[in-house]
T-cell receptor
């Protein structure tokens, strides 16, 4: 079946540190891949997405590359800020899914120290 | 901007009560979703709807029902609330477009309703 596995949190970093949050997936064919972010007290919002192999999604300094060979979609940022503190969800939309269903990972809580 | 609103941010109910959670979206989206979010479990799909009066079960539909009488509104109903339904409930919506469209798949979420069942 389809599933997403992401690194467990919490992840605590100092401001300006380099961030990697690992995400791997299991799916048939070429799903669309996403990173969503949930800031404290809010719902989820799309951070970035990639729809085919080798695509790179990017937004707000975050990047993730769709790696078919390793079935991965790791999230990276070169220099994190306190305002990046949030919960990050890796997700996929299976090929041919009805009503654009999305399967989410369990989430990784990120805390940035000033 | 897409806006998805949920009727309450916080709700406290007693075991056995009937609970209604309302969700409204203002962007004419065909698809709407209800999830619950629990620590360590991520988001789990309860029900979704791809058109007015159409609904499909998600991964954890037991103990819940839904209603979609109008395109913009999707309601989640707990017929008889139980303590194990204490959770954060998130509503989302998305467009129905051809698979090749870059706008397809993206879901837009409401702020969530934190429900406590005593």
């Amino acid at each position: 079946g389809n599933s997403v596995t992401q690194m467990e949190g919490p992840v605590t970093l100092s401001e300006e540190a380099f961030l990697t949050i690992n995400c791997t997936y299991t799916a048939t064919g070429y799903p669309s891949l996403f990173w969503y972010v949930q800031y404290p007290g809010e719902g989820l919002q799309l951070l970035l997405k990639a729809t085919k192999a080798d695509d790179k999604g990017s937004n707000k300094g975050f990047e993730a590359t769709y790696r078919k060979e390793t079935t991965s979609f790791h999230l990276e940022k070169g220099s994190v800020q306190v305002s990046d503190s949030a919960v990050y969800f890796c997700a996929l939309s299976p090929l041919g899914s009805s009503a654009s269903k999305i399967i989410f990972g369990s989430g990784t809580r990120l805390s940035i120290r000033p | 901007d897409v806006k998805v609103t949920q009727s309450s941010r916080y709700l406290v109910k007693r075991t056995g009560e009937k609970v209604f959670l309302e969700c409204v979206q203002d962007m004419d989206h065909e698809n709407m979703f209800w999830y619950r979010q629990d620590p360590g479990l991520g988001l789990r799909l309860i029900y979704f709807s791809y058109d007015v009066k159409m609904k499909e079960k998600g991964d954890i539909p037991e103990g819940y029902s839904v209603s979609r009488e109008k395109k913009e509104r999707f309601s989640l109903i707990l017929e008889s609330a139980s303590t194990n339904q204490t959770s954060m409930y998130l509503c989302a919506s998305s467009l129905s477009l051809p698979r090749t469209s870059p706008s397809t798949d993206t879901q837009y979420f409401g702020p969530g309703t934190r429900l406590t069942v005593l």
